[in-house]
């Protein structure tokens, strides 16, 4: 008997995040759209802007910036969360990070499964952003316990992915057919269901109490409600958009535009209004409102310094706006973001030597040529020319940003608000594992590329 080799999980992400793309873009037209302008705009970039280019080829982020994307869905129980966790581990993604959505009157808590290593990022950069409803923030106790006893019958995953799940746990992976059969049986998890699985009145009371909250009790699964891909010029797409039929929110969330893009900027259109029917009106049909686009453009990773100084200077422009951004304030909001920001190195040099950002290093022509002359720092080979220093690319997310995109889709200006927030230990009790820091990620992506450098150079870094 021949034993089959195990296919990576790196490649098995890949392949999901492709089929996860095919099935979006089939039942969300608009995406297509979308996804389309994006890959013009990028192109015109590329070849209109050759140090972008230039840059993106360094690091190496060409090859993946046409299959760079991420997806959201938002879950019910902690057994849920705990399974999908076992899910996205078969395809290399941990959980990353831990994001409070309360503080902006949405009641979950979240985090971002995605590979972790600079090269298997390389590979697939998929990430899914997991939200987990908290119930426990219902007041009603009797619509909370009402949820409970739904979520509690339902489950969201085929038998054939429980198996998978086991089989690549127990075995230590996936061969060939398996690996297919695992990225066919993962999507089932992700797909829209037309039907809820409650009655017209149910659905309006979850709903009344919060439209989040009908949105995970109310079906089989945890619907993928929007995929993003990842643009060069954010600001190019966003005028573009309603000239394609797409209509964006009002603003831009996230840092400013600047000539060194830093974080995460994002913008979507709004959910689309979709016909379902309930368990107890076969005929006539309601609506509900979930699934929308959102696309980004990706900065430098910032260090805790620089993510400091971030939401300071983002703080600073919210507070003097006196509201959320919205389409009668955008103007303002952009010129005051400006303004604030204005303090923001806006150079690699400055951030470099401030400690705002994370570095990935690379060894030059004229570095290599003069390999092997003993102890250096890092900074002197920078002076010479020895080392290049390029931001690594920040590849997690936002809480305030996401918590725009949220409100946005809600639809609802009303603002909840909730008495208790933060609980990461609760998350991750109910994932069955700890979150990844990601800070320590970035930290160790950049150390490995210092290591790799001094042998490059022939060389002790100091
Ligand atoms: C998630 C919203 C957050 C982002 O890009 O920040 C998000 C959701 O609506 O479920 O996807
Ligand atoms: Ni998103």
Redesign the pocket.
Known sequence: MTVQPFVSPDLIRQRFSKAMSDMYREEVPLYGALMDLVEKTNRNVLTHQPDVAEQLKRTGETERLDMER?G?I?VGTAAELATLARLFAVMGMQPVGYYDLTPAGVPVHSTAFRAVHEEALQISPFRV?T?LLRLELIEDSELREFAESVLAQRSIFTDAALRLIAQAETAGGLNEADAAEFVLQALETFRWHHSATVTAAQYQRLSAQHRLIADVVAFKGPHI??L?PRTLDIDAVQEQMPAHGITPKAVIEGPPRRNCPILLR?TSFKALDEPITFTDQYESRGSHSARFG?IEQRGAALTRKGRALYDRLLNAARDELGDFPNEANAARYNALMTQHFAEFPDNIDGMREQGLAYFRYFATEKGLAARGRGESSLEDLLRVGYLKAEPLVYED??PV??AG??QS?LGDAAQTHYGEHSNRQAFEQALGRATIDELALYAETQQRSIKECAEALGINLT
């Open positions: 991420h959201a938002r952003f939200s409600n929007h993003t994002q959102e997310f936002l940003s996401a995109i949220f889709n």
